[in-house]
Every structure is written in structure tokens, then in C-alpha cells.
């Protein structure tokens, strides 16, 4: 039989993704358009914002990766897809509802002119759950494929957690985080030292660190002595911004609005160095609690997967490739990257990844449609039940 094929559509936050995968894993097509440039300067997302601009691009994104995935112009394009196309998977949160609906919406339209373009039944329509979509998306790269359960540490702007994977539509919430998330903090800090975040916070952090001395300030590991896995970051921000404006009447400037950065910045450089180790510091030793309970409670753990934005910082890799060679596992990263590739051809083996620490490649651990897509596909051959009309009601807020 020919593979099934998906289209997924993102919008629960501030990117607009979508994609078409098929169920042996290949990714026929895909488009990400991004907003960072966009609410860069109000220190956060913009729901209105976000909505506006998901809306402006969200039809054209569906129909390029459509004619790319069909290899067709315009003119064939609906009549192709109405009868290639097995399921449009669109997710139904959590987010930012605003948001959620406009995704849903153009799934709408696009199940509705494909009844138009032909006869044929058409894709059905699947709601899918963002978290499980970053969960699943490593079970893409066919080559290498963890098997359920698996642990999965998800740190980005929106999220920080960590989710025992247990099965489709079966995960269990091991810690979450007590207020905020660990990417929303790295640009937060980014910010009140004067870093550029047009480009996202996290990176010109690390960036800046590189410079400094990570032990050059004693900001205390949150959450240390309480025996479960959960994050918070409202204490640290407090304790670098405290420190922040010390450091900056030390070196006193007659400009109010001087940032650290332009004052002094090795000063500057410590500080990024020194909460980057911190917070860094805090997401492995609560992942490190997670997996030794795993390795008692739940022996068929057998790796752990780490997405997410945060999941780019290299010092947090280079933190997990230690934690490995201690347990013994190994550290997949490069290696998952060039199965990407490989997985383009469907008449290779999967074969069951064990004893490994898990980074999928970059673009497929933030927010993308091909984690949609493929969480569709995923839903579309366990549970064929799920997939059914459209219902607007499912939007989850988050
Ligand atoms: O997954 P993502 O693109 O979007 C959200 O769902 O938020 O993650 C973006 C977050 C931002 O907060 C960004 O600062 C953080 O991930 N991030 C990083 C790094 N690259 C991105 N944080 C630390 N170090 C990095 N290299
Ligand atoms: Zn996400």
C-alpha cells in the first residue's frame, strides 16, 4: 500500500508552520515563518500581534508546501491533494487561542475547497496536542527510534517540563515549572543586560558567556533540596537582576539608560556566564533526578529526549554528554541529524534506539509543522478513530 500523507499545520504560539510527512518519514515539504523580529521589542509574544501575522501568511504557507509535496502548480494543486492527502493534523493546543484558531480555520478552508476541487472523500481531520507533537518527532528519524516509554526533558520560551512518554496520547507529567520557563528567562536576562534579542535571547546569551566566568557570581541553584522534579526561575531572574543593577551604580554611569553591556562588559559577560550555569545547572540536576527514579520505578525507560529552543545551548550538551558517559548511554545528536537525511529513504529498517540521550535536530526541536504532520500520522494509524470532522470546541488554552 502507498504511504499515508499528512499535512500539519502550527500556530499556537508565535510561528507558522506547516508540512507534509508520510507514515514511512520522509518530509515531502515543509515552511516555517517565525515572528521573533516581530514582538522582539515588547519583551514578549503579542497575542494580537501573533494572530495578525499567522493570518497573513498562513493560506500561501499551505499551498507552496502543497505544490512542493505534490511536485504541481497552482491550477492542480486542490484536486491533487484532495485525493494524495489522507489527513490534515492541526494543532488544538495548548496555546494561545487567538492563535489556535486561525490554524484551525485555514484547515477549514483547505478540507473545504478540496471537497470542492474533486469528488473524492478527502483528508480527514485530526486534532493534535502540541506537547505530544514535540514529543513524538524524534520517532520520525526512522533510522533511530525510541521506543515508548522514554523521558523527555521539553525546555523552550513556552515550555518547561519534564513528561514520562508513556504512549500515544499517554504521558505523564513528572515536573513542570512553578512559574516561569527557562527560555523566558534566558531572554529576560538577555534583555536587562543589553543584549540585541532580535535574534532570540537565548543565543546572544550564550554568546556573551562564552566571555565571561561562569563562577564569577554565586546565584543559588534553585529548588535543590526538594525532592521532586520540578523548575523555577522567578528566584534566579530576581537574584541576576539584583545583581545587574549592582554591578551597574559599582561602575556607576551619569546615563540612566546605559545598559551593563555598554558600562562594562566582561561585568556583563560574568553575570550571562554565571546564570547560564546556574540555570543550566538546575535543568540537569532535575532530568538527572528523573531518569535514576525512571532507572528504579520505570526500567523501560531506555532514553531521554531533549527539545525544545533551549535545547540548542551547547553548554547544556556538553552538560548531557556527561551525564551519559556517567550512566553509560550514549549522546545522539550529529547522528540523529544525518538520519534526517537517510530517513528519505522508506526501504531502510528502523531500529529501536537504546540507552541514548536524545537532541533531534534544531529546526524539529522548536516549534515546526513536521512534529504536527507526524503526530497526525502517528494518530492516523493507531487510532483511526480519532481522526473525524472538525470541532472548534477542542481548541485547549493554555
Ligand atoms: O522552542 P522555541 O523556538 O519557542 C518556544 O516555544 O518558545 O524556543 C525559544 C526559546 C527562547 O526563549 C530562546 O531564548 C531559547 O529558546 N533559546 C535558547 C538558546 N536558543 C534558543 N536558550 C538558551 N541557549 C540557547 N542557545
Ligand atoms: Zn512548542
Request: a negative charge; glycine letters at 10%.
Amino acid at each position: 500500500a502507498r504511504p499515508h500523507l499528512v499535512l500539519g499545520i502550527e500556530t499556537s504560539c508565535d510561528d507558522t508552520a506547516v508540512a507534509v510527512v508520510n507514515s514511512k518519514g520522509c518530509i515531502l515539504s515543509e515552511a516555517v515563518v517565525k515572528q521573533d523580529s516581530i514582538h522582539a521589542r515588547y519583551g514578549g509574544v503579542v497575542p494580537g500581534l501573533a494572530r495578525q501575522a499567522h493570518e497573513q501568511v498562513i493560506d500561501e504557507l499551505i499551498e507552496r508546501v502543497l505544490c512542493e509535496a505534490f511536485t504541481c502548480s497552482q491550477n492542480e494543486v486542490w484536486a491533487r491533494s484532495a485525493n494524495g492527502l489522507d489527513a490534515v493534523a492541526v494543532t488544538m493546543g495548548p496555546g494561545l487561542e487567538i492563535c489556535l484558531r486561525v490554524g484551525f480555520r485555514a484547515a477549514q478552508r483547505l478540507l473545504g475547497r478540496l471537497k470542492e476541487a474533486s469528488s473524492a472523500p478527502g483528508p480527514v481531520f485530526i486534532s493534535t496536542h502540541h506537547l505530544e507533537s514535540h514529543c513524538l518527532v524524534p520517532r520520525l528519524f526512522g533510522g533511530y527510534r525510541p521506543s515508548f516509554p522514554f523521558l523527555v526533558l521539553l525546555v523552550s520560551g513556552g515550555h518547561c517540563m519534564l513528561l514520562l512518554a508513556r504512549d500515544l496520547g499517554n504521558f505523564e507529567v513528572l515536573g513542570g515549572t512553578l512559574d516561569d520557563s527557562v527560555g523566558e528567562a534566558f531572554d529576560k536576562i538577555a534583555r536587562l543586560l543589553g543584549l540585541d534579542v532580535g535574534g532570540g535571547g537565548g543565543p546572544a546569551l550564550e554568546r556573551l558567556a562564552r566571555e565571561g566566568n561562569p563562577n564569577a557570581f554565586d546565584f543559588p541553584i534553585p529548588l535543590r533540596k526538594r525532592p521532586d522534579c520540578n523548575f523555577s526561575f522567578a528566584g534566579l531572574k530576581t537574584a541576576v537582576r539584583v545583581a545587574i543593577e549592582r554591578e551597574l551604580e559599582r561602575y556607576g554611569s551619569r546615563d540612566e539608560t546605559a545598559t551593563l553591556l555598554q558600562v562594562n562588559r566582561q561585568a556583563a559577560a560574568d553575570i550571562a556566564a554565571s546564570f547560564q550555569r546556574v540555570a543550566l545547572e538546575h535543568l540537569f540536576e532535575k532530568t538527572r533526578r528523573a531518569l535514576l527514579w525512571c532507572r528504579t520505578h520505570e526500567p523501560d525507560v531506555q532514553s531521554l529526549l531533549v527539545s525544545g529552543g533551549v535545547a540548542a545551548n551547547s553548554v547544556l550538551r556538553a552538560r548531557f554528554q556527561q551525564l551519559a558517559s556517567e550512566i553509560g548511554w550514549r549522546l545522539h545528536d550529529e547522528e540523529v541529524e544525518r538520519t534526517a537525511a537517510w530517513s528519505t529513504d522508506p526501504g531502510a529498517p528502523a531500529c529501536d534506539l537504546k540507552q541514548a540521550i536524545i537532541f533531534p535536530p534544531l529546526r524539529y526541536c522548536t516549534d515546526n509543522g513536521v512534529m504536527v504532520a507526524w503526530a497526525g500520522v502517528e494518530r492516523l494509524l493507531r487510532l483511526g478513530d480519532a481522526a473525524g470532522e472538525p470541532d472548534i470546541d477542542q481548541i485547549e488554552v493554555v
